[in-house]
Structures are given as C-alpha cells and as structure tokens.
C-alpha cells in the first residue's frame, strides 16, 4: 500500500492523506528541497497558511515539483487557512484569492478558520498591535465567518472546510448553526497533549481530526524550561528501541493508529522521509498505555509580549497565553 493510500475519509466522501508535510517555518531557500523530497517519498498532503507568510514560496515549489514527478495537482490533498484579521464575512472570498493565487491553484481541498477568534485589520498587518504590545482584537463571531466560509464551497474554490485551535463547544456552535459541517478540526496534539476527548467528540460527530506540532515543533520561537522534550523521554525512547524505529515516528504513528491526520514540519529530506516509514509497524495496547501515561504538558500556545516583545510572564514565572482575554479564547475550556 502506498502511503497515499492510508487516508481518513471526511464527511465530504473525500480521502485526505493520514501523513502531510507542515510547511509554518519553512524558509524560502528550504521549502523547493522539502516538497520535492516529500513528493518522492509519497507524500500527497501538504498543510499550508497564510499567516506562514511562504504560500508564494510554496506555490513555486508545489509547481516545480509537480513538473518534475509528473504527479498531478489533483493527487495532492492542499490544505490552507484563513487568518484572523480576514474573519469579516467581506474578507474571507479574498483572502482564499489570495492564498489561491499565492499557491498557484484554482481549488483547495481544505479551507480552514485559523482560530476562533478574530483580530481587526490594520494596514494589510498580520499582528495588528496597539502601543503597549497587545493585539487589537475584532469581535466577528467565527459563525458569521462560517457562512462566509460555505460560499467557497458552493462556488468549488475549495472541497472542504474546516476549523482550527476550536475548542468542542465552539464546534458545537459552528455545526448547529452550518449549512455545511465542519470536515475537519486541527489542533496541537503530541505525546504530550494527546486529546483523547476532543478525538472522541470529533469521530463521534463525523469530523477528522488533524494532529499539528505532532513533534512538539521543537523550532518554535518560545521555549520554557519546565516544557518535556520529545526525543529524550526515556519511555518514547525505550518504546521506539523496541520497534527499531526512532521517537519522531513512535509520536506520528500514536497518532495515525487512531485515525488522526498528522503534519510533521520538515525541511530535512532524510528527516521526510524517516516520517513516513510509519505504516509497517503497530503500537501495542502497552505501548499507547505508556504513552498516555506521560505528564500532560501543552507547548503551542504563543505567549503574550511585552512593548519591548518579551513573553509576559505571571507571578509565578510561568508565560502568560496570547489572546487569553479574547472573548472567542478557546483554551479555557478543558478540551
Ligand atoms: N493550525 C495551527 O494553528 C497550527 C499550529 C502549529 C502548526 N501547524 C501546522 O502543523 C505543522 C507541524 O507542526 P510544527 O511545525 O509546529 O512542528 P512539528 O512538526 O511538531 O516539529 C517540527 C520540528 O521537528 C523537526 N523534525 C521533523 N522531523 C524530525 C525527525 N524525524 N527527527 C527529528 N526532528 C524532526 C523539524 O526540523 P527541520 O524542519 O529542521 O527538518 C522541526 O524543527 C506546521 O508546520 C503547520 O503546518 C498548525
């Protein structure tokens, strides 16, 4: 079986890949490399945005090495995802054109709103700041860019959408109100924060959920000294000794046993290609046990920054979340 072939179904009857490659972070000077290595390796998934701020870059890529495989656009699952300061029902027809044009396609296979919540459009900015460093939020309510949403379906600019860093309530409101269900939910989720909740929640109602930072996105400009690292956890360790197989693909196997999408970020071709020997082995019922025993730790939410761009930090030392006092804040709620 080729590793296009090990797909989740969305409610859409589309197959979306269980393996993409994430691209948040990836140079310019990288990302050719990266996806052609990717699309020999068999990968036929790419996860994208525009708040990534290398969709162009990625669209000359994509290009390139469609030419040069011979693969064809329609084989490639292509996922975006509308930014915060597009959340205005106005804004969502453009900004896709946008990512469409930037990415050098006609159609997507997944639009997705990036977060719940909205932030207020300031000279094309993507952080848009008032003086003492915070962002200047918007209160559209993320249903209202849901329609918005639906539009891109009816007009085929995309196949499916779909939402992000939502919590289940909020989803909850999107699908009671949608025309059209959400497809998908991504989220962080890792060793380290497995989601086995919100997992359950999303199967049960017929979305996909997508595991992003499945590496605990060990280049992430914020890191803390209390935060567990992956490739040095000794049961991790001890479980990919065992099945001669390293930790990075101990992590994405956990997640694609259980029917969870998964996007690595690499620009490593032996790094890609490592990511995708995942199908030829099974985690036992011990190992998923030692892995859920893991003390649970949460790395992918930006910390808030001072004037001076310095995380803020509490009394207690620990970095204060980005957004927190948004009223559409998703992480309040345990999941
Ligand atoms: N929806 C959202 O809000 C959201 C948030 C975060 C991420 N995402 C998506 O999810 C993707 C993945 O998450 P992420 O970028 O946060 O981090 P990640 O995939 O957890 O980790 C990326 C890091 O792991 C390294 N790496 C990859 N494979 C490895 C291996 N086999 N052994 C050792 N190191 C390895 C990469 O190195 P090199 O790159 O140097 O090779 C990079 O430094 C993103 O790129 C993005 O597409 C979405």
Known sequence: MSLAQHTATLHTGAKMPLLGLGTWKSKADEIRDAIVSALQTGYRHLDCAAVYGNECHVGEAL??????????????????????????????????????????????????????Y??????????????????????????????????????????????????????????????????????????????????????????????????????????????????????????????????????????????VVTIPKSVTPKWIEENAQIFDFSLSEDDIRQISSLKTHRMGIPPAKGPDNKPLLDDHGHPIPRDKDHQYYPFNEPF
Not at 129 to 153: F, Q, R
Not at 220 to 239: H, Q, S, T, V
Request: hydrophobic share 40%.
């Open 118 to 259: 909205a932030f207020a459009k300031k000279d094309g900015q993507m952080m848009p700041k008032n003086p003492d460093g915070t962002i200047i939020y918007s209160d559209v309510h993320y249903c209202d860019t849901w329609k918005a949403m639906e539009g891109l379906v009816d007009q085929s600019l995309c196949k499916a959408i779909g939402l992000s860093n939502f919590n289940h309530k909020q989803v909850l409101d999107v699908i009671d109100k949608a025309r059209i269900k959400p497809a998908v939910l991504q989220v962080e989720c890792n060793p380290f924060f497995r989601q086995e909740k919100l997992i359950d929640f999303c199967h049960s109602h017929g979305i996909v959920l997508t595991a992003y930072s499945p590496l605990c996105c060990g280049d992430r400009a914020w890191r803390y000294a209390c935060d567990p690292d992956l490739f040095g956890d000794p049961k991790l360790m001890d479980i990919a000794k065992k099945h001669n197989k390293s930790v990075a693909q101990i992590a994405l196997r956990f997640q694609v046993q259980r029917g």
């Open 63 to 116: 290009k390139e090495a469609l030419a040069l495989t011979g693969i064809k656009r329609s084989e490639v699952f292509i996922t975006s995802k509308l930014w915060d300061t597009m959340h205005d029902p106005d804004d969502v027809l453009p900004a896709l054109k946008k990512s469409l044009a930037d990415l050098q396609l006609d159609y997507l296979d997944l639009y997705l709103i990036h977060n719940p």
